[in-house]
């Protein structure tokens, strides 16, 4: 089977710093695949180049056996490729409806008319109440993103990127600064995430990475350094005593 993302020598300097070094990765279609490493592997720097927030210095990106390397991120997104962020980019004075009513919106090409496209289609109101119920949100349906529990804005974040209706999904570190008591509901909500979205995970958080993740790669130094199932990598004396100690044995 083709792997549906795909990324074939890549490579980023910034300046003398290499932060990707020739970086061969396959993502096969259905995925729950995870990129972990130490701090400054690299790793979120991969996810950038694979969006097109920065331009690999050399090498090829590719989406369903298409060549994206050099396409804008807007239209990566149409071609079904979304992603959240370490630090989210919501809207915060904007309410998880209206939120997820103008992601929706803005998919159908109709972003500008947001309010009328929610107010006169049911499909798309039945849409946003199924996306909302679905990341555990419809108690918060109303208030102010910029109010919520962190917890619930990452869970928002989520259902803003499937809003897109994505079949590639890059989720950059979705527990990062969560606290531990709302942990359970973006492990849930990630470990729930449609069957037919590829998932790429970035997450520090071995709970997460283990109980999501069908195939991980070790990225170290911005190179692919173990890459195989989870039972395999959580073995490797390379990858438990170099970078993540011996909290793999669990």
Request: with cysteine; charged share 25%; glycine share 8%.
């Amino acid at each position: 089977m083709a792997p549906v993302l795909e990324t074939v020598g890549l490579e980023k300097h910034f300046g003398g710093l290499t932060a990707v070094a020739g970086l061969s990765l396959k993502i096969e279609k259905g995925a729950r695949h995870a990129l972990i490493g130490p701090n400054g592997a690299g790793k979120t720097t991969v996810i950038n180049l694979l969006t097109g927030v920065l331009r690999p210095s050399s090498g090829r990106i590719l989406l369903e056996g298409a060549d994206i390397t050099s396409l804008e991120s807007y239209r990566r997104v149409r071609r079904g490729l979304a992603r959240t962020f370490q630090i989210n980019q919501l809207f915060p004075d904007l309410t998880p409806l209206e939120t997820i009513g103008l992601a929706i919106s803005e998919r159908m090409g109709l972003g500008a008319q947001w309010w009328r496209v929610v107010g006169s289609s049911p499909a798309v109101v039945a849409e946003i109440v199924e996306l909302l119920e679905r990341f555990h949100l419809t108690d918060a349906m109303y208030e102010r993103t910029g109010n919520l529990p962190y917890g619930k804005q990452r869970l928002l974040e989520i259902a803003l990127a499937i809003a897109c209706r994505p079949r590639v999904l890059l989720l950059d570190e979705p527990a990062a600064g969560v606290p531990d008591d709302e942990r359970h509901e973006i492990l849930a909500t990630v470990a729930a995430l449609p069957a037919d979205v590829t998932v790429l995970l970035i997450e520090h958080d071995m709970d997460i990475v283990f109980s999501f993740a069908d195939r991980i790669s070790v990225l170290v130094n911005g190179a692919l350094f173990v890459d195989g199932p989870p039972d395999e990598v959580a073995r490797d004396p390379r990858v438990k005593a170099v970078y993540l100690g011996e909290s793999l044995d669990a």
